[in-house]
């Protein structure tokens, strides 16, 4: 797994307003509360909440609506990077994938 720099934030913040579903990770619960730390429950609707802000500036949210944090994982944020950074801190892709996703989604 890649290291990336990142910084839990609270989530529902100035920070992650206007952050939008960007598309989802297939990486399991175990390895997001081992990546990102533990979920923060907000309320019945957003049950299980991650925000980070990356080294780089970048905002995502990852959530799950599912009280049980069943998969797959939502991820939120201002642009696709979010998303592709989340993948990449996870392992779900490598840094080669991850390259040719920022460009391609810009």
């Known amino acids: 797994m890649l290291k990336i720099d990142f910084r839990k934030i609270e ?8 952050t939008h579903f960007l598309g989802t990770t297939w990486a399991s619960t175990e390895t997001i509360e081992k990546t990102f730390g533990k979920p ?8 299980n ?3 980070v ?14 009280r049980y944090a069943r998969l797959p994982w939502h991820v939120g944020g201002h642009d696709l990077r979010a998303l592709v950074l989340v993948q990449l801190a996870t392992g779900e892709i ?12 810009r």
């Open 94 to 105: 490598d840094k080669k994938q991850g390259i040719i996703l920022m460009f391609q989604r």
């Open 53 to 66: 802000e990356f080294k780089n500036g970048v905002v995502a949210t990852v959530y799950n609506k599912d």
């Open 11 to 18: 989530p529902f913040s100035k920070k992650t307003n206007h």
């Open 49 to 51: 909440e991650i925000a």
């Open 40 to 47: 923060k429950y907000i309320d019945d609707e957003y049950p």
